[in-house]
Each structure stands twice: as C-alpha cells, then as structure tokens.
C-alpha cells in the first residue's frame, strides 16, 4: 500500500515539476506584462492570472497555456505532497519543514484574497462624508420605492443578472413588473437623437445609447441598458435606458406605485463614515505635478469621531478594511480650484498573511541555517 502511495505521490512531489511550474509562472507574468499594450491591467489580470486556461495570440497563431491560477494550484500540490509529505517521512530538517509551511501559507493567503476581497474607492470633495465605497468595475441595478411612513424599498440587481444576460428576464415577488434587458451594453453613452443623422438602435423619450470601445482601464468602462418593464398585470410594456453616466434615475408609475430605478456602480456598505476635512496636496518646484498628497479625515464609529491622516504610505486600517490615499482631481484643477481626494477601499480577510507567511518562512530558514551551521562547526571540531 504504501509502495502505491509512493508511486502516485513522486510525480505531484517532484524537483522537476516544480521547475516547469516555475517556468510556467515566469512565462505568464512576461507574456501579461506585454499584453499591457493592447490591454488594461485588469483585463490582463483575469486573461493571464485569475484563470485555469487561456489562449495567447502570437501574431495569428493562438497559443493555448495554463492560467496562473491552475499553475499555483498546481504549485501548491508540488509543495505539500515533495515539501511536506515527503519530507517528513525522510524526517527532514525543520527548518526546510517550516520554510514550506510559510510558502504554502504565502499561496493560501492569495487564494484567500482572489475570492474573498473586494476593493473600490471613496471619492469626496472637502467637507463631504460618505459611509459606502463603491466598485471600480462592477456595476448593480438599484430600485426604490418610497413606502412613506414605512421608509423606502431598495432592491438591488448584481450585474450578473443582466450585464452579460441579454433578454434576460428579472423577477422579484414584490415588484409590479418584470424587467427585460432588451440590449446590454459594457461601454455606452447616451446621446439626444438629432433630426439630422439616424441611428440603428432604439431611440427612447429622443435618446439613445451610443456604443463604445471597451477602454483599456476597465475603470473607466460605464455600462448601459435598454431595458423593458412588462406591468404583471395587464402586459403593458415601458422601455427605457439605464446608464451608470446619468445623473438622475428612471421614475415610473406602474398599477399606482412609483418606483425610480438607476443603474449604478456596486456600492458597499462601510462601518462607519468617513468625511474629508482637508486634502493637502504639495507640487514639485515650479512644475504642477504632485510631490505628495493626503488627506485629514475624521472617521465617526458609533457615534465617536477621531481623526485620522491617509496618505499612500500611512492607510487607515479599521474593522479590517484599509484605505489609502490613491488619487485626486480634477487633473486640469488650477490654482485656488476645488479638489477631490479618491481613497482606494480594500477588503481582505488576508490583508497580513503576506507578512505572516513571510516571518515563518524567515523563521524556517534561520533555523535551517542555524541547524547546518551547528552541524558544520562540530566537524570542524572533531577534525580539529
């Protein structure tokens, strides 16, 4: 039995695995940085590294390659069953022992993360407050209904629903109304249809929805439908356009009730809120670029406010998020001008492993090295 064993461990545990796997990740991460020309860093991401398998176009040839993230599960296998399992049967200095156990940990802390994070930013203008953070890519359909003394219904549609989801019908047992996404669009911007040029698109309350490219910084893609309401009563249709550009929502009146309907980027709930006081911002000498920034906030948690400073180098760190300071605008702002501070949010349950991982490994290699040194100076003295 444990010869079988044996036999289906060695290929998962072997030196020469782990090199092609090595070499695999080298050639990702070379292959993802070129594709940076002709695709933004988030495209790339989800092309080269958040996928088991992928296709790589060398000019007109596709080349077929495992996704990083089948490579590490992969790695992750290679390291367990050769840098644990085998190991400690061969009973194995400890400290190469611990060293492997900080590596997988490292690998357990980015699978942590590519599931369970989410990141978005805060943007306020001085003297604002806010109390959610909002997504740089995903976008959600949000529906109110004013119930009066009762407060407000919101329902609120992920874009899985309809994004991808042409014709794609959205129910919900307290709405008077289903809703149709009749066309989907990733990048759209509306347009008021002149008399002078015609369009191939529906034209609703004499607008439209102009397609876009999809820009290469996914952040700055901004999604649009043409959606139908279908009354559930008597079938009556209403067509109109969702666009996450629009300032104001679509109102409509369906069997008496009012509802406002808005199609908007993936909002999160903070525990507590955030309010700019002061966004300081140092140019270099003679020049209108930015030396440094920050930003003075004062953040209320139950009722308690305090002060905090963000900067790029000193986030805040509360209820296990983090925020820092990542930008600012208007970028054409002149002197004495009105300025926003943007604050990326992120939300990882492994924000510290890295540094967990890091230390355990640091640790097995001390004592791997301790171990050898010891070993070598008692040579030394017997040969002595």
Same mark, same amino acid.
């Given at each position: 039995?444990?010869?079988?064993?044996?036999?289906?461990? +060695?290929?998962?545990?072997?030196?020469?695995?782990?090199?092609?796997?090595?070499?695999?990740?080298?050639?990702?991460? #070379?292959?993802?940085?070129?594709?940076?020309?002709?695709?933004?860093?988030?495209?790339?991401? +989800?092309?080269?590294?958040?996928?088991?398998?992928?296709?790589? #176009?060398?000019?007109?040839?596709?080349?077929?390659?495992?996704?990083?993230?089948?490579?590490?599960?992969?790695?992750?296998?290679?390291?367990?069953?050769?840098?644990?399992?085998?190991?400690?049967?061969?009973?194995?200095?400890?400290?190469?022992?611990?060293?492997?156990?900080?590596?997988?940990?490292?690998?357990?802390?980015?699978?942590?993360?590519?599931?369970?994070?989410?990141?978005?930013?805060?943007?306020?203008?001085?003297?604002?407050?806010?109390?959610?953070?909002?997504?740089?890519?995903?976008?959600?359909?949000?529906?109110?209904?004013?119930?009066?003394?009762?407060?407000?219904?919101?329902?609120?549609?992920? %874009?899985?629903?309809?994004?991808?989801?042409?014709?794609?019908?959205?129910?919900?047992?307290?709405?008077?109304?289903?809703?149709?996404?009749?066309?989907?669009?990733?990048?759209?911007?509306?347009?008021?249809?002149?008399?002078?040029?015609?369009?191939?698109?529906?034209?609703?309350?004499?607008?439209?929805?102009?397609?876009?490219?999809?820009?290469?910084?996914?952040?700055?893609?901004?999604?649009?439908?043409?959606?139908?309401?279908?009354?559930?009563?008597?079938?009556?249709?209403?067509?109109?356009?969702?666009?996450?550009?629009?300032?104001?929502?679509?109102?409509?009146?369906?069997?008496?009730?009012? #509802?406002?309907?808005?199609?908007? +980027?993936?909002?999160?709930?903070?525990?507590?809120?955030?309010?700019?006081?002061?966004?300081? +911002?140092?140019?270099?000498?003679?020049?209108?670029?930015?030396?440094?920034?920050?930003?003075?906030?004062?953040?209320?948690?139950?009722?308690?406010?305090?002060?905090?400073?963000?900067?790029?180098?000193?986030?805040?760190?509360? %209820?296990?998020?983090?925020?820092?300071?990542?930008? #600012?605008?208007?970028?054409?702002?002149?002197?004495?001008?009105?300025?926003?501070?943007?604050? %990326?949010?992120?939300?990882?349950?492994?924000?510290?492993?890295?540094?967990?991982?890091?230390?355990?490994?640091?640790?097995?290699?001390?004592?791997?090295?301790?171990?050898?040194?010891?070993?070598?100076?008692?040579?030394?003295?017997?040969?002595?």
């Amino acid at each position: 039995m444990n010869t079988l064993l044996n036999k289906l461990l +060695k290929p998962f545990g072997s030196i020469g695995l782990s090199c092609i796997l090595l070499l695999f990740l080298s050639l990702l991460t #070379w292959l993802g940085t070129l594709e940076q020309v002709h695709m933004g860093l988030f495209d790339v991401q +989800k092309k080269y590294f958040e996928s088991l398998f992928l296709v790589h #176009w060398a000019g007109p040839i596709p080349v077929p390659l495992p996704g990083a993230y089948l490579v590490m599960c992969l790695l992750f296998a290679n390291l367990f069953v050769g840098g644990v399992v085998r190991l400690r049967r061969k009973q194995a200095n400890m400290g190469i022992l611990v060293t492997h156990f900080g590596i997988l940990f490292l690998l357990i802390a980015g699978f942590i993360t590519l599931f369970f994070s989410q990141n978005g930013h805060v943007t306020l203008y001085e003297g604002e407050e806010s109390d959610f953070y909002q997504s740089y890519y995903r976008s959600e359909i949000i529906l109110h209904q004013d119930l009066g003394d009762e407060g407000v219904r919101q329902i609120t549609v992920p %874009e899985e629903q309809f994004l991808a989801s042409e014709g794609a019908t959205l129910r919900s047992d307290v709405l008077p109304f289903d809703i149709v996404v009749d066309e989907a669009m990733r990048n759209a911007r509306p347009r008021q249809k002149g008399p002078m040029f015609t369009v191939d698109v529906p034209v609703v309350d004499g607008a439209f929805l102009q397609q876009l490219p999809p820009d290469e910084s996914a952040e700055r893609n901004r999604a649009a439908l043409y959606v139908s309401l279908v009354n559930k009563v008597d079938g009556t249709r209403q067509q109109g356009i969702l666009s996450t550009r629009s300032r104001a929502p679509w109102v409509v009146d369906v069997n008496g009730e009012r #509802w406002a309907i808005d199609l908007r +980027k993936e909002r999160y709930r903070l525990p507590f809120s955030i309010k700019l006081e002061d966004f300081t +911002k140092d140019d270099h000498p003679g020049m209108g670029m930015a030396r440094s920034f920050f930003s003075d906030v004062t953040v209320t948690e139950e009722g308690a406010p305090r002060q905090q400073t963000i900067s790029m180098n000193e986030p805040l760190r509360d %209820e296990g998020l983090v925020i820092y300071q990542t930008s #600012w605008g208007p970028a054409n702002a002149r002197p004495g001008d009105r300025l926003f501070s943007t604050m %990326e949010v992120v939300r990882n349950p492994a924000d510290q492993y890295p540094l967990y991982a890091c230390i355990i490994i640091a640790a097995g290699l001390v004592l791997h090295f301790s171990n050898r040194l010891t070993r070598y100076v008692r040579a030394e003295g017997k040969a002595a």
